[in-house]
């Protein structure tokens, strides 16, 4: 009785796309993906899930029109972390996901997300992986308004796949600013100035999980609480990026 009800709920609401919404059927399993990767996108959505490509600057993962190379603003004034990467196209399906989970409160669409971004994880994490993972942290009243905090869920998806472990409470937000969505370049940089404050026990090496890279003032402002309170080396992997 109880398969015949839920075949019968899967016939007349079936499950859609995480993306655009098209109904999922029934279809043969791609080898290249975990399982738990492949019901959550139609089969055209999950042709357009990969890394960003073209020349990008080699720390902020910025679109450069030539050669790999640093970007400008990474020569003249160049950022605590090491080096940062926006993974996937926030145009794309990964992107479209990541917005239907954080507005629409759906941890589960940011748990594929961190799925996705261990399958596709850059070489350079896999050859050196860092000591630990810090998830970008929220203010607590954005965490209250939210109900759960989208970075840590993709961290905790990152270090599973990199077996490596996952801190919170080691990177905090200490004041509460607007978003920085529809800020200029300039407006994003006072926004986030001296929003972050880093606490111990702190590693030597980490690696910032968020959500979205863009033009990556929260990144810089992050690195530079980390670096400040004595850690090493700092690196940044976002779900999406840009440009």
């Known amino acids: 009785m109880n398969d015949l009800i839920l075949n019968l709920a899967a016939a007349l609401w079936p499950p859609r796309c995480a993306c655009c919404d098209h109904p999922l059927s ?13 019901p959550r996108f139609c089969a055209a959505c999950l042709t357009l899930i990969e890394p ?11 679109a450069q029109r030539g050669p790999l190379h640093r970007c400008g603003r990474c020569l ?20 479209e996901a990541l917005r239907r ?12 997300v961190g799925l996705h971004m261990g399958a596709w994880l850059p070489a350079e994490l896999w050859r050196d992986p860092p000591s630990v993972l810090l998830p970008a942290p ?12 989208p970075p840590r869920v993709l961290a905790e998806a990152v ?11 080691r990177l905090l937000r200490v004041r509460h600013t607007p978003p920085q969505a529809g800020l ?9 100035r001296g929003a972050f404050e880093a606490r111990g026990p702190l590693p030597d090496d980490a690696l ?36």
């Open 26 to 38: 029934p279809r043969a399993p791609q080898a290249t993906l975990p399982a738990q990767l492949q």
């Open 208 to 243: 910032i999980i968020d959500d979205v890279l863009t033009t990556g003032e929260t990144a810089r402002a992050m690195s530079k609480a980390l670096r400040r309170a004595g850690v090493g080396r700092v690196r940044v992997l976002a779900a999406a990026g840009v440009d």
């Open 184 to 192: 200029r370049a300039g407006q994003r940089r006072e926004n986030v």
């Open 138 to 149: 929220l203010h607590p009243r954005r965490l209250a308004q939210r109900g759960y905090a």
């Open 52 to 62: 960003r490509e073209g020349p990008r600057c080699l720390t902020c993962h910025a």
């Open 76 to 95: 003249v004034d160049p950022p605590a972390f090491e080096r940062a990467y926006g993974l996937f196209d926030y145009a794309g399906p990964i992107g």
């Open 159 to 169: 270090g599973r796949a990199l077996g490596r472990p996952v801190r919170c409470g």
């Open 101 to 112: 989970g954080k507005y629409g409160r759906d941890p589960s669409l940011i748990a594929l």
